[in-house]
C-alpha cells in the first residue's frame, strides 16, 4: 500500500515551501520520474525521501508558523483575561446587590420589635409608685373565671387609671396569659372553626397562611389584638432567616425568571417541545450547509458553468487554474483531477454523476507481450504566421495553406506522415490566432511532443508564451523550431535570448531542451528537426496494446451536407474497425466508414492513427473521450443517459438575473444586450468563437450567445432569433433554402463569415453602434457687439461683427462680458441688412437677438456653438 499515490506534490510543495522544479530536479538525481505538474500524485516512500531533504525548509516554515501561533495564543489569552475578569466584576456587583436587597429587608423588623418597644416595657415598672402596686396585682386573679367578667372590669380601671396602669395592664398580660391559654384556646378555636367551616373550603390555600400566622401570635399571647388600639407589633417581629433559606429564595426567584422553574410541569413540557423544534430547524440547516458543500457535476462541465455553481466569478476559477499552471478559458472544459482541486481552493467538493451503465465499463488491463511501439504523436504550436502549417506542408508535401481562408489556420488539423525510413509521426496543426485557446489546450492533451514554431525575424509573442505554458502544464517536452532563417532580417540568437529570459535554454546555449533553425518554404534543417522528434519519442518509450478495443480522443467533427456528421477521431489505444459501435460524449453510432486525411477509405486503424469516421448520431464536442463497446444497446443507453445528466446540468447552471444586476442597469439607465446565435462548420471554431464574442461584453452592452452548435443554419435557428430578437452568425455554413425565405419574410439578420478577424470585427462595430453617443460641445464661430438697438416690442438687437468662424442661426449661444459668461440660450433671429439669414462668415456683419435677453451692452463678445455627437467605441 506504501506504493499507491496518497499526496498531490502542490500540499507537498506548501509544506516544504520549496519550488516545483527544485523538487523534480532532486527526484531525477535519485532516480525518481514524476510529471513536472503540481497535481502530480506521489507515494509515501517518495514524500519520505523529500522530508529527509528538505527538512531544514520545513522546518523553517514550521518555526516560523510556531513563532506566529504563539503570538496569536498569546493575544488569545490576554483577551480571555479580560474578559475573564470583567465577567468576574460585572457577577460579583450583581450578586452584592441581591444580597444587600435581602439584608435590609430582614433588618427592618428587627430594630422595631427587639430595639424598640422591649425598653419601653422594661423602663415602665420603675416609674410607678409603691401604691399602686398592689392595685395593679388585685386585677390578676378575675381573668380566670370567665371572659366577660374581664371585661367588665377593663372598662373602670381604663377610666380611672392613668396612662401608665395601661402600660403596667398590657405587660402583666403578656407574662401571665402563657398560663391559662388552653382554657381559653379551647373555646374560641371552636367558635372559630364552626364559623369559617366553609371559607376554609373553598379557600384552602389563605386558610393555610392564615394558620401560619396565628401559631405563632397563640404562642406569644392571644391578648395583643385584645389591646387597645389593636396594637400588632409583636406581629412584625419575624425571626430572621437562615443563611441557606436565603440562598433558596434566590435560587429559586432566578429560575422563575430564567424559565427554569420545575413547579409546573406545562411549562415544562411547552420549553421541551421549543428546545426540540429548535435543535431540529438546527439540523436541518446544518444538513443545508453541507450539502450546498457538494456540486455534483457530469465531465461536461465549462469554466463558466463551474463558477455558476459556486458562485464565484470566472476570473476567480481562471486564477486559481493559472496558478497550477493551466491555461483555461471561459467555455473550455476541465477534467476532472483539474475540477476537484478548483474546487478544494473555494472549499466545495466535487461529486461526479456517471450512469450506472458507465461504471460498468470496466478498462481493459495491457500485458506487456502485446505492448507494441506506437507512433509519437507531436503538436505544433505557435503564433499566427509563424509557418506551422507551411511546416506540415513541406513534411506531407502538400498544401494546406491554399485551403484556409485568409491564410490563417482555423481548425486543428490531424495528420499521419510516414517518413523515407518507414518511420510514422502523427502530427496535430493547432490555430496560432489568439481566440483559438481552448483548441491549442486541447492539442496538448492529446500529445506526446509539442513543436514550438517561432519566427526568426520576429519575437516571443503572446501566443507563443500561452503555448509554451500549455505544454508545461500537459508536463510533454518541447522542441523550438525556429523558422524563416532563409530571410534576410532573420535572428535566431535573439529568439534563443529570449527564451532563455523565460528560463528555457536551449541545448546551443547549454540548456535541456532542444531547438532547430528551419526553413519551412526552402525545407532547410526540417528533417534535422524530424530526427529529434524521433529521438524524443525512443526516450519516452511509447508503446500501446493494437489488440485492444479501441479508445481515443475526438478532435473534431462537423456536418457534412452528404455524410451526416462526420468526426475526427485520434486512436491512442487499441485497434478501430468498420462496425464497431462507438460512443463519444453523449453520443453514440456504429463505425460505417472511416477515412485518412487524403480520403482514402480504410478499414482498421491502428493506434497513433488520426481518422475520420461516420456513424455517430450526433456531433460530439471537440476533446470528448471516446470507447468502444461490445453492444449498441448499452452505447445508446449510456449516451442517452449522459444527455438527461447534461440537460439537468444546463438547467442548474443557468445563470438568472439578479436584484443587484437589475440595480445596476437601472443606474446605468442605457443598458443594452445583444443576442447572437452562433452555428460554425466545426466544434472547435464554434467554442473559439463563443470565447471572443464574450470577451467584447462591456458595462453598457452585453453579448449573450443564446444558442450555438454545428451544422448549416436551420428554420428552428431563424425562428429562435424571431423570438429572442437576436441576429444569427454563421462560420463557414451557410442557410438553407427556407431558412433564408424564413429569414427575409422575418427580417432575421444573417451574417456568413469565413476568417474569423471579420466576424468579431463586426460584432464589435454593431455593439458601438448600439452604444449611446457621447454630447461634445464644438465652437463654430465669435462674434463682438458694435452696437446695440433698442425696439419696441421686439427687444434689443445687437449689430455685430464676426470675428472667427461662422455664425449659425440655429445655433447656441453664450454672452460674454470681460471673460466672464453672463448668459447661455439660443438665437432668435439672425439677419443681414434686412434678410433673414441661415448664417454669417468670418468678417462680415450682421444684427442678430437672443431669445428671451435684452440685457446686452456695446463690447460684449458672443460665441456661437453646437452640440455634436460623438461615436462611443468598444
Known amino acids: 500500500m506504501a506504493d499507491q499515490p496518497s499526496i498531490r506534490l502542490n500540499k507537498v510543495l506548501r509544506e516544504f515551501n520549496i519550488s516545483l522544479d ?22 509515501n516512500e517518495v514524500y519520505q525521501l523529500l522530508l529527509d531533504e528538505f527538512e531544514t525548509d520545513k522546518s523553517k516554515k514550521d518555526a516560523s508558523f510556531e513563532i506566529s501561533e504563539e503570538k496569536r495564543k498569546e493575544k488569545e489569552k490576554l483577551r480571555q483575561l479580560q474578559e475573564a475578569k470583567e465577567l468576574e466584576r460585572q457577577q460579583a456587583a450583581a450578586q452584592k446587590e441581591e444580597v444587600v436587597r435581602a439584608r435590609v429587608d430582614i433588618e427592618k423588623p428587627k430594630m422595631l420589635g427587639k430595639i424598640d418597644l422591649n425598653p419601653v416595657k422594661k423602663q415602665a415598672p420603675p416609674k410607678e409608685s409603691p401604691a399602686e402596686t398592689p392595685a395593679a ?130 411549562a415544562k413540557y411547552r420549553r421541551d417541545k421549543r428546545d426540540q423544534h429548535r435543535q431540529k430547524s438546527e439540523d436541518e440547516l446544518a444538513q443545508i450547509e453541507a450539502e450546498s458543500k457538494i ?16 458562485e464565484v466569478g470566472t476570473t476567480e476559477i481562471i486564477s486559481a487554474c493559472m496558478s497550477l499552471g493551466i491555461m483555461v478559458t471561459m467555455n473550455q472544459r476541465l477534467d476532472a483531477e483539474t475540477l476537484s482541486i478548483v474546487a478544494e481552493e473555494f472549499g466545495y467538493q466535487v461529486e461526479f454523476v456517471k450512469t450506472e451503465l458507465e461504471e460498468n465499463i470496466e478498462e481493459e488491463a495491457d500485458s506487456e507481450e502485446d505492448l507494441t511501439l506506437r507512433a509519437p504523436i507531436v503538436t505544433v504550436m505557435g503564433h499566427v504566421d509563424h509557418g506551422k502549417t507551411s511546416l506540415l506542408d513541406f513534411i506531407r508535401e502538400e498544401n494546406v495553406i491554399a485551403g484556409e481562408s485568409g491564410g490563417i489556420t482555423q481548425h486543428i488539423g490531424a495528420y499521419s506522415v510516414s517518413l523515407k525510413d518507414g518511420q510514422r509521426i502523427t502530427f496535430l496543426d493547432t490555430p496560432g490566432h489568439e481566440a483559438f485557446t481552448a483548441m491549442r489546450a486541447r492539442g496538448t492533451q492529446v500529445t506526446d511532443i509539442a513543436i514550438i514554431v517561432v519566427a526568426a525575424d520576429d519575437d516571443i ?70 530526427e529529434k522528434v524521433l529521438l524524443e519519442a525512443e526516450i519516452l518509450e511509447l508503446k500501446a496494446n493494437p489488440k485492444r478495443r479501441a479508445k481515443g480522443t475526438v478532435v473534431e467533427a462537423y456536418l457534412d451536407k452528404g455524410r451526416g456528421y462526420v468526426s475526427t477521431i485520434l486512436v491512442q489505444n487499441g485497434t478501430l474497425k468498420i462496425g464497431d459501435y462507438l460512443l463519444a460524449g453523449k453520443h453514440s453510432g456504429k463505425v460505417k466508414a472511416m477515412f485518412d486525411e487524403r480520403g482514402k477509405t480504410l478499414t482498421e486503424v491502428p493506434p497513433s492513427t488520426p481518422v475520420s469516421v461516420l456513424g ?6 471537440a476533446g470528448d473521450s471516446f470507447n468502444v463497446l461490445e453492444d449498441e444497446k448499452e452505447a445508446k443507453q449510456i449516451a442517452a443517459k449522459r444527455t438527461q445528466l447534461l440537460r439537468e446540468q444546463n438547467v442548474r447552471t443557468q445563470k438568472h438575473i439578479t436584484l443587484d444586476e437589475i440595480g445596476r ?61 437576436a441576429i444569427v452568425i454563421g462560420f463557414n455554413v451557410r442557410p438553407t ?19 474569423i478577424y471579420d466576424a468579431i470585427n463586426d460584432v464589435k462595430d454593431a455593439m458601438e453602434g448600439m452604444l449611446s453617443p457621447d454630447l461634445k460641445e464644438e465652437v463654430t464661430g465669435m462674434a463682438e457687439i458694435r452696437e446695440t438697438y433698442k425696439i419696441s416690442k ?11 468662424g461662422k455664425i449659425f442661426r440655429n445655433s447656441g449661444v453664450r454672452l460674454i462680458r470681460d471673460g466672464v459668461v453672463i448668459y447661455t440660450g439660443v438665437l432668435d433671429s439672425l439677419k443681414r441688412f434686412k434678410d433673414d439669414v441661415k448664417e454669417v462668415a468670418k468678417g462680415y456683419d450682421c444684427g442678430l437677438q437672443i431669445k428671451n435677453y435684452n440685457e446686452i451692452k456695446e463690447g460684449d463678445q458672443i460665441e456661437c456653438f453646437k452640440e455634436v455627437a460623438v461615436k462611443k467605441t468598444l
Open 295 to 310: 456540486i455534483r457535476v457530469t465531465e461536461f462541465i465549462t469554466v463558466g458553468e463551474i463558477a455558476t455553481l459556486m
Open 461 to 530: 509573442m503572446p501566443q507563443t508564451k500561452e503555448a509554451i505554458s500549455h505544454a508545461q502544464a500537459a508536463g510533454v517536452p518541447i522542441i523550438f523550431a525556429i523558422n524563416k532563417i532563409d530571410k534576410p532580417t532573420a535572428n535566431p540568437d535573439k529568439i534563443k535570448e529570449a527564451l532563455a529570459g523565460m528560463n528555457l535554454l536551449v541545448e546551443d546555449w547549454g540548456g535541456k531542451i532542444q531547438s532547430h533553425d528551419i526553413s519551412a518554404l526552402k525545407g532547410t534543417g526540417v528533417s534535422e528537426l524530424l
Open 665 to 725: 442597469r437601472i443606474a446605468l439607465g442605457d443598458f443594452k444586450e445583444l443576442n447572437i446565435i452562433l452555428k460554425g462548420d466545426v466544434d472547435g471554431s464554434v467554442e473559439a468563437l463563443t470565447d471572443s464574442l464574450q470577451k467584447l461584453s462591456t458595462e453598457e452592452i452585453q453579448v449573450n450567445i443564446i444558442h450555438k452548435g454545428v451544422g448549416a443554419i436551420t428554420e428552428s435557428d431563424v425562428l429562435l432569433a424571431t423570438a429572442s430578437d
Open 794 to 804: 421686439v427687444g434689443t438687437i445687437a449689430g455685430c461683427m464676426v470675428l472667427s
Open 137 to 266: 396585682e388585685a386585677p390578676a386573679t378575675p381573668p380566670a373565671a370567665t371572659p366577660d367578667a374581664t371585661t367588665k372590669q377593663e372598662a373602670p380601671v381604663a377610666d380611672q387609671t392613668p396612662t401608665p396602669e395601661t402600660e403596667e395592664k398590657i405587660t402583666t398580660q403578656y407574662k401571665k396569659l402563657s398560663g391559662p391559654k388552653k382554657t381559653g384556646q379551647t373555646i374560641n378555636l371552636d367558635a372559630v372553626n364552626s364559623k369559617e367551616k366553609t371559607v376554609e373550603e373553598a379557600r384552602k390555600r389563605k386558610r393555610k397562611r392564615i394558620s401560619k400566622d396565628t401559631k405563632p401570635d397563640a404562642k406569644k399571647g392571644g391578648a395583643t389584638a385584645r389591646t387597645k388600639g389593636g396594637n400588632r407589633q409583636p406581629q412584625v417581629a419575624k425571626e430572621e432567616p437562615s443563611e441557606e433559606e436565603v440562598q433558596k429564595q434566590i435560587r429559586e426567584t432566578l429560575e422563575k425568571l430564567q424559565g427554569k422553574s420545575t413547579k409546573s410541569k406545562g
Open 737 to 755: 433554402g427556407n431558412s433564408r425565405e424564413l429569414a427575409e419574410k422575418e427580417a432575421i439578420d444573417i451574417r456568413s463569415y469565413s476568417i
Open 616 to 621: 455517430l448520431d450526433g456531433a460530439p464536442q
Open 22 to 43: 527544485r523538487v523534480v530536479d532532486y527526484l531525477a538525481q535519485q532516480g525518481v520520474e514524476i510529471e513536472a505538474r503540481p497535481t502530480t500524485k506521489i507515494s
